[in-house]
Nanobody, 126 residues
Framework: QVQLVESGGGLVQAGGSLRLSCAAS????????MGWFRQAPGKEREFVAA????????NYADSVKGSFTISRDNAKNTVYLQMNRLKPEDTAVYYC???????????????????WGQGTQVTVSS
């Protein structure tokens, strides 16, 4: 089992920044690729960003490319999502997720992930 706990959400004005953190425990963090997803009210959960277990491969949704940056610190068992130039449409609950590395991986697919955090609310005011 892997336990994931997100933090860093909050209320921010449009154009502002937030950094989300996701602390992992329970298994060897570096064995897992990590992803961030988000879910706005009345909408389906969607992919935001992902990073491979070594940190060498990063993927982003088109809607956040150039504004969001995913990173990880395997020594701290933590993955981050730096969000800059935030827009009201970025308002959502943000979830981190862990995928056990090995074999083919489609980072933007919800079903690829084995463990999920409880989410952290991000609200961007206009």
């Amino acid at each position: 089992q892997v336990q994931l706990v997100e933090s860093g959400g909050g209320l921010v004005q449009a154009g502002g920044s937030l950094r989300l953190s996701c602390a992992a425990s329970g298994r060897t963090f570096s064995d897992y690729d990590m992803g961030w997803f988000r879910q706005a009210p009345g909408k389906e959960r969607e992919f935001v960003a992902a990073v491979s277990r070594s940190g060498g491969i990063r993927n982003y949704a088109d809607s956040v490319k150039g504004s969001f940056t995913i990173s990880r610190d395997n020594a701290k068992n933590t993955v981050y999502l730096q969000m800059n130039r935030l827009k009201p449409e970025d308002t959502a609950v943000y979830y981190c997720a862990a995928h056990r590395s090995g074999g083919k991986w489609s980072p933007d697919r919800i079903y690829e992930y084995d463990y999920w955090g409880q989410g952290t609310q991000v609200t961007v005011s206009s």
